[in-house]
């Protein structure tokens, strides 16, 4: 599915603000792909599997992000040249993503998936597990969409119930997406606190 209004309110927010971030840098970006259905990802999953084709996922339903709506894949909107990079460009969408509080495919650590995002309030670690075991099933989840109405309330709903040291602080950060990229064991330059506070900013105004 392409439609960002299939994803979770958040997750379309921020995809319509990454869209005119874009357009302001003279980035030519579509979105692909936004919200999976059950059909789908056993289709994509079963490709190199029970189907022809090379394998392109190891996620069953419903272990990808986008089976919950918190994840969408973008190219360059520029017909036969989708996904061509010798200027950067995914560098550059990424980066413009990271700094409104998504997680970029291009930092995960076991492979590179540069047209990609993920909500990192939601999916935890390139992990939909903390979704699995509060809501189970997605279509459960999807069920409280409509009263997601604050930035507060949806990062204190995954956050610890007193955040009292240093590793709940922590993890907080990297969920709500402040912290995306940075390294615990970092200095907290001027740059990064600037980084930091732009992110928070941006998440608030959402």
Partial sequence: M???????????AKAEKLTALCRENGLPLLITETLRSEAEQTQLYEKGRSAPGKIVTNCKYPQSAHCWGVAFDFCR??????YENCDGFFQKVGQLGKSIGLFW???FKSFKDMPHFEHPVYVVNNSVKTLI???GAPEVFMKTWAQENSFAAKTDALSPPGINDT????????RSGLAGGISCQETVTGEILAKMLYRYNAMKSL
């Fill in 105 to 107: 495919g291009g930092d």
């Fill in 167 to 174: 590793d709940d602080a922590w993890e907080w950060a990297v």
């Fill in 133 to 135: 075991e509060k809501w």
């Fill in 2 to 12: 392409r439609g960002v209004e299939k994803l979770h309110p958040e997750m379309r």
């Fill in 77 to 82: 909107n520029v017909k036969g040249k989708e």
